[in-house]
Nanobody, 120 residues
């Protein structure tokens, strides 16, 4: 079955950096576009960044543009989110997501999430 496992979250001071990882299994990773989302307390889950199958095309939310970088290593079945110049408003649970076809249906799968807290 499809599984996504995130890691790399933690507590960091404003201006600091973290790198999140998400490793996928149960699907052909190199054939799947991948996304990072986040959800802050009391807010809806929002798209942070996504990346195509080869890593050649990426998209970012305006709020993190220029500070975060999404990348992937298809040899390791892993997608990354490098987060620099972190701000308190980046505090959230970060999730990776894949949409994978099961029979004729495209099904979204989510990881368990990793907490990122930006605080002094």
């Amino acid at each position: 079955q499809v599984q996504l496992v995130e890691s790399g979250g933690g507590l960091v001071q404003p201006g600091g950096s973290l790198r999140l990882s998400c490793t996928g299994s149960g699907f052909i990773f190199s054939n799947a576009a991948m996304s990072w989302y986040r959800q802050a307390p009391g807010k809806e889950r929002e798209l942070v960044a996504d990346i195509d199958t080869s890593g050649g095309s990426t998209n970012y939310a305006d709020s993190i543009l220029g500070r975060f970088t999404i990348s992937r290593d298809n040899t390791k079945n892993t997608v990354y989110l490098q987060m620099n110049s972190l701000k308190p408003e980046d505090t959230a649970v970060y999730y990776c997501k894949v949409v994978w076809r099961v029979a004729t249906v495209r099904v979204p799968y989510w990881g368990q999430g990793t907490q990122v807290t930006v605080s002094s």
